[in-house]
Antibody, heavy 121, light 107 residues
C-alpha cells in the first residue's frame, strides 16, 4: 500500500521561497508506470494542479499560471520528490498535497494527507 | 487550457436519494482522461471514477460515471450518510485541471 507524506515549513514569509518534500513509502518512486505530482487547495477553495515529475527527472504538465515560479525535482535514492515555489505571496497560502499520478489514465490514485503552508510576515 | 464547470454548486438531498452531479468541459475531453474524486473535510481527495465510468478499487457500486465529449455525470444511486462530501471532476489533456466542485449536503 503506497503512502505519501509531505514535509516542510508551515510558515513562509512573502517574497521568499516555499520548499516541500514528499516521501513515498510502500512503492518505488522509480516505477515506470507513474508520475509524481503536486496539488494545492486554498482555504475553502477548490483543487489546483501544480505539476508533476517522472522518475528520470523530466517534469510534465506544469500549471501555466505557476510555471515561472515552480521547480519540481526527484531523488530516487531517498524515494522522495520536492516542490519549490519562489516569490510567494499571501495568495500562495494553501494546503499542499503530493500525489501519485497514474500514467495510463492520468489520475491521482494515491494522495498524501496534505500540509498547510501559510504565507505571512 | 480546458476549463471544467461543475453544477450544481451545492446539492441538498436526503439519505437514500439519488444524486446527479454534472461536469461540463470547455472543449472535448477524451473519456479515458475524465475522473471524479470525493473529498471530506480535513481529508485529501479520494479517487472514485477514472476513464469516465470505471470505478476505482474499493469504490461501492452505488457510484457510477457516464458521459463523453464535453458532458460528464457522476451518479450516486442511493446516498449513504458517508457520501455527503465535496466532489470534483478532473481532466487530463495538455495539462491537468479540476472542476470547481459540487458539495452534496444533507437536506
Amino acid at each position: 500500500q503506497v503512502q505519501l507524506q509531505e514535509s516542510g515549513p508551515g510558515l513562509v514569509k512573502p517574497s521568499e521561497t516555499l520548499s516541500l518534500t514528499c516521501t513515498v513509502s510502500g512503492a518505488s518512486i522509480s516505477s515506470s508506470s507513474y508520475f509524481w505530482g503536486w496539488i494545492r487547495q486554498s482555504p475553502g477553495k477548490g483543487l489546483e494542479w501544480i505539476g508533476s515529475i517522472y522518475f528520470i527527472g523530466t517534469t510534465y504538465y506544469y500549471n501555466p499560471s505557476l510555471n515561472s515560479r515552480v521547480t519540481i525535482s526527484i531523488d530516487t535514492s531517498k524515494n522522495q520528490f520536492s516542490l519549490i515555489l519562489s516569490s510567494v505571496t499571501a495568495a500562495d497560502t494553501s494546503v499542499y498535497y503530493c500525489a501519485r499520478l497514474e500514467g495510463t489514465y492520468h489520475v491521482l490514485d494515491s494522495w498524501g494527507q496534505g500540509t498547510l503552508v501559510t504565507v505571512s510576515s | 487550457e480546458i476549463v471544467l464547470t461543475q453544477s450544481p454548486g451545492t446539492l441538498s438531498l436526503s439519505p437514500g436519494e439519488r444524486a446527479t452531479l454534472s461536469c461540463r468541459a470547455s472543449q472535448s475531453v477524451s473519456s479515458s482522461y475524465l475522473a471524479w474524486y470525493q473529498q471530506k473535510p480535513g481529508q485529501a481527495p479520494r479517487l472514485l471514477i477514472y476513464a469516465a465510468s470505471s470505478r476505482a478499487t474499493g469504490i461501492p457500486d452505488r457510484f457510477s460515471g457516464s458521459g463523453s465529449g464535453t458532458d460528464f455525470t457522476l451518479t450516486i444511486s442511493r446516498l449513504e450518510p458517508e457520501d455527503f462530501a465535496l466532489y470534483y471532476c478532473q481532466q487530463f489533456g495538455s495539462s491537468l485541471t479540476f472542476g470547481g466542485g459540487t458539495k452534496v449536503e444533507i437536506k
